[in-house]
């Protein structure tokens, strides 16, 4: 098995942008200046998530490529910024799409190098899956064509709609259940329908493996119009609309995705933790070496 990461990085961060500044969430609007950097070139324990997100593939004897799709009005930008590194890590760096992240994979599958049989997608801003579950994940894919890792879901869940709040509340609603970090909608408030049984719910995760044909094959329908992308909100979505099987490895609670700017905290503790313990554990290494010399 000879596999190419993609990590498509190619998205706003609005909600990111949002929880960061106090700014309502937008579509289709730019980032504001007070948001700082993009939420994958955020400092974790002094590395970039993104960079964090690479390390954990470059040096797999499994994998021949890794390829990074970031925003196209960028590019150019954070070639200048992050090239060298990327260059040294072996990184191929491409444009993405413009407006849905199924867009900027389709894109990236157009460089993938010849010999590669299977494709594993991987969130840039998903940097702390570990080394065993990126092996399980892949000892799965030897025999399966579809596979993504995922974790019962633990939360209750409730389906809601969303009304308009009465005048005289409007704003007592914006202050206290639609707080601007949240992206809601102003003067809105929410109303519970029903539970959700969560028996048999996953919450998937990434990286998610596939073999490079049948990616490729969900993509080309997609090209030709013979499928509706409308939906597909992940590559396992597309393999499901194919009709094909998707199995489920078990995750880790750890391989948080960033998407708010709470996220941020969390990962910071986690990385400190894991780097101190492998600093520990090579210091160790190095002693027992030394011993063994004299």
């Known amino acids: 098995m000879r596999v190419c990461v993609i990590l498509p990085a190619a998205g706003l961060g609005q909600r990111f942008a949002a929880s960061a500044t106090g700014l309502p969430s937008v579509a289709g609007a730019e980032k504001s200046p007070e948001a700082g950097p993009s939420k994958i070139e955020r400092l974790i324990h002094g590395r970039p998530a993104f960079l964090r997100a690479i390390d ?91 596979v993504v ?4 879901v633990a939360s209750t869940l409730k389906r809601v709609e969303e009304v308009d709040a009465p005048a005289a509340e409007r704003d007592y609603i914006d202050d206290i259940l639609s707080p601007p970090e949240s992206g809601a909608a102003s003067s809105k408030e929410l109303r519970v329908i029903e539970t959700v049984p969560r028996r048999d719910l996953y919450e998937v995760q990434t ?19 013979q499928l509706d992308p409308a939906g597909i909100t992940d590559d396992a979505s597309l393999i499901e609309a194919l009709g094909r099987t998707v199995r489920i490895v078990e ?4 391989n948080l995705k960033i998407t708010r700017a709470g996220d941020m905290e969390l990962a910071e503790a ?9 600093a520990k554990q090579a210091a160790a290494k190095k002693l027992f070496r030394l011993d063994d010399e004299l």
């Open 270 to 278: 986690l990385a400190t933790a894991r780097d101190a313990a492998s």
């Open 149 to 152: 890792p995922g974790l019962p």
């Open 56 to 146: 954990l593939f470059v040096r797999r004897k499994d994998v021949s490529q890794v390829i990074l799709a970031v925003n196209p009005d960028t590019i150019q930008d954070f070639q200048f910024k992050w090239g060298d590194q990327l260059g040294l890590l072996g990184v191929f760096v491409i444009p993405g799409g413009t407006r849905e992240r199924w867009e900027t994979v389709r894109l990236a599958l157009e460089h993938v190098a010849e010999g590669c049989t299977h494709i594993a997608v991987h969130d840039a801003a998903r940097p702390l899956a570990s080394a065993t579950l990126i092996d399980r994940i892949f000892l799965a894919a030897e025999r399966y064509d579809a």
């Open 207 to 225: 990286p998610q493996v596939f073999s490079l044909n049948l990616l490729r094959r969900g993509y080309d329908l997609i090209g030709s119009g």
């Open 251 to 254: 995750g880790e609670p750890t």
